[in-house]
């Protein structure tokens, strides 16, 4: 069947493991209209997650972080005409908005796209945003995120026989992960993700430096520790716990990390943008969940695992004693890991 042309926006800002999962509705509707012209409306600091993507024609930059923190300068309101314009270069069909807040759901209304399509109300964070939107849409119960970001498209007429996560890759990226590994002679390696946006959903930094002892132990693959610069400091210290002697940190930026996901032999971490690349690449998981629900967020493929308490969210920021994520043992995710492994590798 021929479908005319047609033009999509596609709005979700932020953040990294947000922008993964919705990778797969933007590949269907670009198989199902493939005379169509897709854009993706995103924040800038995660506009490199785009590039490169076949799919799109082009991707539209919004910087909103700095644009608040300088709301009264002349420059921050340039900029915004700026990108507002970019928005209504082109006449939309359709604008999806995968992100359900005020601030996306403005962006779809400023774009005078003929439909704005986005989640019904109990699937929003912010629902009152839905004033914005001509259609609602409402997944199904209890299923992945990137299955209730397909539906949206699927509203639209597109399908997919199945999900496609078109990555950025560099010959650059490449070499220097190889370098890296080759430096550590590290051939087999398991990558340990401490970090996370959150508190209540990072495993304890003494959980994890027993995990990493345990591991050397037990295990002949290299130790991988990744994370952003702000976290080497209980990266640190979690090998200095670990007295660690085959465990070490590997600097890299995002791409480079996908590049190092994609040869690991395993990925164990919490529910953080790392995880959800590795998970997107193929990348074996071991996923240490709570509060947020696995059945939603966690790795798809059939045989990753996640290890979850399911407790209560406390995302303290700020206060006198923010809480690691509790209520999972160091035994459960040793025994998840030789598991996974068992399964990726036997």
């Known amino acids: 069947m021929t ?39 995103v924040e800038k600091r995660h506009a490199l997650l785009l590039k490169g993507n076949p799919h799109l024609h082009r991707v539209v930059e919004l910087d909103t972080l700095k644009w608040r923190r300088n709301l009264i300068s002349s420059t921050t309101w340039r900029e ?33 796209a003929r439909e704005r399509i986005g989640f019904a109300k109990r699937w929003m964070r912010e629902p009152s945003a839905a004033v914005f939107y001509t259609q609602q849409v409402s ?23 199945h999900w496609q996560f078109p990555l950025p890759r560099t010959g650059e990226d490449d070499a220097y992960v190889e370098g890296q590994l ?22 304890s930094p ?35 716990g670990a007295g660690a002697q085959r465990a070490r940190y590997i600097p890299t930026t995002l791409v480079q990390f996908i590049a ?8 164990i971490g ?31 493929a059939a045989d990753d695992i996640a290890v979850s308490n399911q407790g209560p969210i406390n995302h303290t920021r700020r206060g006198s004693n923010p809480v690691y994520l509790p209520g999972i043992s160091v035994e459960s995710v040793l025994a998840a890991a030789e598991q996974r492994l068992a399964r990726a590798h036997e």
Not at 260 to 267: E, H, M, V, W
Not at 277 to 295: M, S
């Open 80 to 112: 915004v005409r700026k990108n507002v314009g970019a928005l209504r270069d082109e006449v939309y069909d359709a604008a999806i908005d995968f992100q359900g807040l005020w601030k996306s759901a403005v962006v779809a209304r400023l774009s005078h």
């Open 270 to 300: 919490g529910d953080t943008g790392p995880l959800h690349l590795a998970a997107a690449v193929g990348a074996p998981i071991v996923g240490i969940y709570g509060p947020t629900d696995p059945v939603r967020n966690g790795p798809f």
């Open 260 to 267: 190092l996901a994609r040869r690991a032999r395993l990925f």
């Open 206 to 240: 003494e959980n994890y430096a027993t995990l990493v002892r345990h591991l050397e132990d037990s295990r002949r693959e290299q130790i991988l520790l990744t994370g952003s610069p702000s976290e080497v400091p209980v990266i640190t210290g979690i090998l200095e």
């Open 139 to 161: 997944p199904r119960e209890h299923v992945h995120v990137v299955e209730e970001n397909m539906a949206l498209v699927e509203h639209l007429g597109a399908h997919a026989q």
């Open 182 to 203: 080759a430096v550590m002679d590290a051939k087999n390696f398991i990558i340990v993700n401490p970090g996370g946006g959150w508190r209540s959903k990072c495993w």
């Open 3 to 41: 479908h005319p042309a047609r033009q999509f926006l596609v709005v979700r800002l932020s953040s990294i493991g947000d922008i993964v999962h919705a990778l797969p509705a933007a590949a269907a509707l670009a198989e199902t209209f493939p005379q169509a012209q897709i854009d993706w409306v």
